[in-house]
């Protein structure tokens, strides 16, 4: 099977084809009919779905295209794909996904600059709040600018961030700029309420606070080089008694 990157590239190569094809077809029903023949005629209108369609194929294209071509300013404010066509930053009602490959869904959104302009909510200040489900798994991607809120009746002020939370199965990674931090939540059983009885205090220490016994019945292994600089941390899944 070809690769990943096969793939696309046949891919795009598909797409600018169609999307050619399609933009002559359009103009060409445009030209020919739906400028001669009277409105409201049965033919007329014939040649009209003709374009409809022709122009829900053009969306669905322009879905896939990539506008690696870069975009051609088109009004004062508007740019549109040298591609498809599509005006660039327009807003954006779906996704159209390949089902070999690799599915890409939006575009990186780094940090807002420190110093910006405090938003007045957490809704003013989103750039990005999405998320979605794959194959079992909950991906949520948050990046926002600094925020006004409140907190015990206090206003505060929330930086900007950038946080990503993978979800699989028990376990819970949420990375942002300054912190990585792996998380077992622990599920209430069946029948039991956050009115029972209290969960057992959590604690946070380093290695090298913790006592021998202690890091015993931690199942981690921490990767290093010879610097003793740290290259990873592997954490051994221990399914919990039920």
Known sequence: MADFQTLDKQRRAEVERQVKTIL???????????????????????????????????HYYGLS???????????????????????????????????KGTKRIGRFVPVPRLGGKVRKNKRAAALVHDKILFHGSELSVDVHHAYSSRLF??????????EVVLREGDVEVWIDDHLIDIRFPRKLKQGRTHRGPRKRPIYGAFPHELPKKALSKFPVIFSYDSTGRMEGVEIFRVKSKR
């Open 24 to 58: 002559r077809a359009m103009d060409f029903v445009s030209k020919h009919w739906l400028g001669r023949k009277r409105s409201g005629s049965r033919q007329a209108q014939l040649y009209y779905d003709i374009y409809q369609a022709l122009g829900a194929a053009w």
């Open 65 to 99: 295209c990539a506008h690696r071509k870069g975009y051609r300013k088109v009004s004062k404010n508007e740019f549109a794909c040298r591609q498809c066509g599509h005006i660039k930053d327009a807003l954006v009602t779906e996704y159209l996904l390949p089902v």
């Open 153 to 162: 009746k206090s206003k505060i002020s929330i930086a900007a961030g950038r």
